[in-house]
């Protein structure tokens, strides 16, 4: 892995990685969908059960770096410094946070289902759930198999993936239809259009 790296420019690095991918998520939503205005596709508490989602994800996701960085994998080189942190500790809390994000999303998707929510909302939180299952695996085999490398560089990809299923089921929450486009007036005489209706 890494030599020689500060452990505290792995993590920031880490979460800019997050933060690119906020970016791209969010540019590729914009990209499919119309510049009306947003609509809410369900009712403002549902909504703020998806943003505290939001927010447990991204502390999950900040305390893994912690884990990573008061752990052996901080830069790989004797001489590079720990957190200075109990690793066994960190990562207790990091594996609770995961259950508190798993129930969150199993909530989310039982209310969902209560309001008779529209599909999309509930397929990219039941799709978030899944990838959150894969991930707990890894992360328990990871951590019971003293961290082999392949499955530390899997569990960074499950959290990539797991960062972009938030941010998915945040966005499904709303929908931005087309703008109605302007009625056209009618043909001029003279015009190409004109003879041909
Ligand atoms: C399910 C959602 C989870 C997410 C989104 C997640 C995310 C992360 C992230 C972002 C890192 C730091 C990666 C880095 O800085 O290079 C990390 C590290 C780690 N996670 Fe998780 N994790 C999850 C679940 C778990 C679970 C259930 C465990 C079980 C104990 C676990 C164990 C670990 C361990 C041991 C590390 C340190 C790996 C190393 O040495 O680099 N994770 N996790």
């Known amino acids: 892995m890494l030599t020689g790296l500060n452990p505290y420019v792995v993590a920031g690095h880490f979460l800019l990685s997050s933060a690119l991918i906020t970016v791209a998520v969010v540019t590729w939503q914009r990209a499919r969908e119309g510049d009306g205005a947003a609509r809410a596709l369900v009712g403002q508490p549902v909504r703020q059960l998806a943003w505290v989602l939001t927010a447990g994800s991204a502390l999950l996701i900040a305390v893994g770096t912690m884990v990573t960085g008061a752990g052996p994998h901080a830069g790989d080189s004797a001489e590079v410094h720990r957190i200075p942190i109990d690793w066994?500790?960190?990562?207790?809390?990091?594996?609770?946070?995961?259950?508190?994000?798993?129930?969150?999303?199993?909530?989310?998707?039982?209310?969902?289902?209560?309001?008779?929510?529209?599909?999309?909302?509930?397929?990219?939180?039941?799709?978030?759930?899944?990838?959150?299952?894969?991930?707990?695996?890894?992360?328990?085999?990871?951590?019971?198999?003293?961290?082999?490398?392949?499955?530390?560089?899997?569990?960074?990809?499950?959290?990539?993936?797991?960062?972009?299923g938030v941010l998915r089921v945040a966005l499904s929450m709303r929908e931005r239809p087309s703008e109605q486009p302007g009625i056209p007036g009618p043909a001029q005489s003279g015009s190409p259009l004109a003879s041909t209706v």
């Open 88 to 164: 066994k500790t960190v990562a207790q809390l990091h594996a609770d946070l995961a259950w508190v994000v798993v129930a969150l999303t199993l909530a989310l998707w039982f209310v969902l289902r209560a309001v008779d929510a529209p599909a999309g909302p509930k397929a990219r939180t039941r799709d978030l759930f899944l990838v959150l299952l894969a991930q707990g695996v890894i992360g328990y085999v990871q951590y019971f198999t003293h961290l082999p490398e392949v499955l530390v560089g899997l569990h960074m990809l499950g959290s990539a993936l797991i960062w972009i």
